[in-house]
């Protein structure tokens, strides 16, 4: 219900589009418009400025269908998001940083605003205007969890681009996606867009338990954008985004370490993933004689459940069930000097109010009460009464976790840059500050019997709250220095430091409370367990602190008339470094932990050339990620890689286009896409990894005037590698890749 009575509080933004186009003269251009602008915060091109980056245009991200993150990911230097489990946990590693759950490392920004929940971050991406990835501590422009960079996500806008747009595709293994669009430029001062996305995908993989295909997926989405400039020095731009996801289960299969094969996909309760968010971005610019105004504001939605079978087997163990309910707000104001001169400067200040309801009951099954619960207790009962046994009357019973999760951030920046001669320095503070609120209410019910001194079963009830906070306070520097080499190529050095924050882990609570349940069933009987399995206390597990990364970056920006090259070295040296765990032995849940130091080096090359039909993309990425210090007080880590931090990842993209002179074709364009990553380590022993491994696509494109019609195929040589592994209740799972896939596509652009 909450959800509708927010989407009624944003009504208003559409009615106001609908007046617009009602009250305007309608002009339509028929060709697109060339757009070229500066990057978000950044006073000229990314290639001018003191950082590894790359950039992705409209015509690039079409013809190579880049229309996911984790596409974006496979051509992007030492930037990895596997392809595993749900969209709920967009997983995302640079240069060795990175975490499966809670907040990420690097930002992601669409259209000049933060999404704030990863849980968003795995969006489709269509109709966009360029999409900017900087790696390295960005956190002085853009705050906390941008310790490892960012990603700029900028759409079409009505005033540069004005067309109609539709696409159809058709895939096998069966997928279908559409997306209709409309650019109109209504006069001089007035442009409204409006676009909706549909795509089902009926999966890759099979659950034998059922026969059923357990990652499909339905996704739509709708964005309305509508730009204004009432003078010719003041902008107002909104974009309304609205998406609603349905998606299957998890393709994990058990693994046999040893052997390293995994036996086929089979659980019995049933996986999903279903997700409502909105973003509504509102942004105002004004051009000064002196000093340039910008103000950015948000409202975020986000309304998701998930239903996991945590087990994973065929077995009735025990399923997890997560709601949440996630509210934000964010507004942010920009000052900076009008007219560029030896000395430019930047201030800032921004604020975020997050408010999170999350509910995440676990259900235990007859199997898992048996083997979890009454097993272990058993064993410690019958060490001391060897006849004695606890029963329980119900088959299952649900371990009830609420969780209020508020937090509040603001924070002012200021950046100032100063040319002298082939010289530019550059230098930068942020203070961040941030409250966290944490509370929760766990509670669960059953009714048991003491075979040695009861006749009849009795009930019990176990509970457990309290609440926690967690306030910092921390100052971001940043130094830079670019040397103009002439002719557009400079070097550059850049330092910067970096702020994750911190949190409270909700996951872990089921085994909080099954020992909080164990202890007040031994209390209730007037006896005492020792060697208890779940004994995890409260205190243990509740908190894991910020994570602060010093970075720096030596590099250059080259041109050769018609080729580019982007090469930067970085080191990389993180303290309180965030990490998710699955503990030792039968527990159910995970956690956020520090684990002490961790130190990254490597490089980073991109390269661009165009010429004569020919164009070539190539990129290369080398990390060498290790742990410093951290022991978990069963065994030393010191010396091991990073998991999920690929050592090396390429990617080379060919195409050629070839002028037809038939008179029904314009042209045809072949593309080859070669992308590889490994080896990649998936546990903290170092004992799991994947080796590199090697992915080839191709399409082929044909345009007949207002028509396009493309042949494509992803994974042709149907490459079989893990994307996923972890352990649970001691069994282990992977996740494999997805297999060959084929389709067809027609586009209509006027």
Known sequence: MKRYIFVLLVFPTVLFYAKSVCSQ??????????????????????????????????????????????????????????????????????????????????????????????????????????????????????????????????????????????????????????????????????????????????????????????????????????????????????????????????????YDPVSHRSSPIAYNDTCFYKR??????????????????????????????????????????????????????????????????????????????????????????????????????????????????????????????????????????????????????????????????????????????????????KHLSSSLSGKAHQNTIVLLPKLGLIYDLGKGNNLFLALGRGYKSGGFNTQMFSDVMQNQMKQDLMNALGLSLSGNAFAYSVNEIIEYKPERTDNIDLGTHLSFGKADLDLSLFYMLSSDRQITVFPYGQTTGRMMTNAGKSRSYGAEVSFRFNHAGFDLFASYGYTNAKFIEYDDNRQSYKGKYVPYSPQHNLSVVLGYTQILKSKKFDNIRYSLNYTAAGKIYFDNANEISQPLYHVISANIRLKQGIYEYKLWITNLLNCDYLTFYFQSMDNHFVQHSKPLQAGISLTIDL
Request: proline content about 3%; charged content about 25%.
């Open 25 to 254: 003269d309608t002009v339509i251009m028929l060709a697109p418009v060339e757009i070229k602008s500066p990057a978000f915060k950044y006073s000229s091109e990314l290639r001018q400025e003191a950082v590894s980056a790359d950039v992705y245009s409209m015509d690039f991200m079409e013809a190579n269908k880049i229309e996911d993150m984790k596409t974006l990911a496979n051509l992007t230097p030492n930037l990895f998001i596997p392809d595993y489990g749900s969209k709920m946990t967009s997983s995302i590693y640079v240069r060795g940083l990175g975490t499966r759950v809670d907040n990420a490392v690097i930002g992601v920004y669409f259209d000049g605003v933060p999404i704030l929940n990863k849980s968003c971050f795995d969006f489709a991406l269509w109709d966009l205007e360029r999409i900017e990835v900087l790696r390295g501590v960005q956190s002085c422009l853009f705050g906390q969890n941008t310790l490892a960079g960012v990603i700029n996500v900028t759409s079409l806008s009505p005033m540069n681009f004005q067309a109609y747009r539709a696409e159809a595709e058709l895939a096998f293994p069966f997928a279908f996606h559409t997306k209709l669009s409309v650019y109109e430029k209504l006069n001089e001062n007035k442009a409204l867009s409006a676009s909706i996305y549909y795509r089902k995908d009926e999966g890759f993989f099979e659950n034998t338990y059922n026969r059923k295909k357990c990652d499909g997926s339905e996704d739509l989405g709708l964005r309305l954008r509508f730009v204004s400039k009432p003078s010719e020095k003041s902008t107002w731009d909104n974009t309304l985004v609205i998406a609603n996801l349905d998606q299957g289960g998890y393709a994990y299969a058990a």
């Open 276 to 457: 409502f968010n909105l973003l509504d971005a509102l942004r105002f610019s004004r051009k000064g004689a002196k000093v340039n105004f910008e103000s950015n504001a948000s409202l975020q939605i986000l309304s998701d459940k998930m239903c996991l079978d945590q087990d994973f087997t065929p077995e009735s163990m025990f399923t997890l069930t997560q709601k949440s309910e996630e509210y934000a707000m964010t507004k942010e104001i920009l000052l900076s000097n009008a007219e560029v001169r030896p000395l430019n400067w930047t201030l800032g200040a921004y604020g975020c109010v997050k408010y999170l309801d999350l509910s995440a009951p676990v259900l235990f099954k007859k199997d898992g009460i048996e083997r979890l619960i009454l097993e272990n207790m058993n064993r410690g009962i019958q060490s001391m009464f060897p006849n004695a046994e606890m029963m329980f009357a119900q088959s299952e019973f649900p371990i009830k976790s609420d969780f209020s999760y508020p937090r509040y951030a603001f924070s002012f920046f200021g950046r100032a840059d100063y040319t002298f001669g082939k010289l530019k320095t550059l230098l930068g503070l942020r203070l961040e500050m941030e409250r966290i609120d944490f509370s929760y209410d766990c509670s669960t019910d059953l009714n048991y019997r003491f075979t040695l001194t009861m006749n009849d079963f």
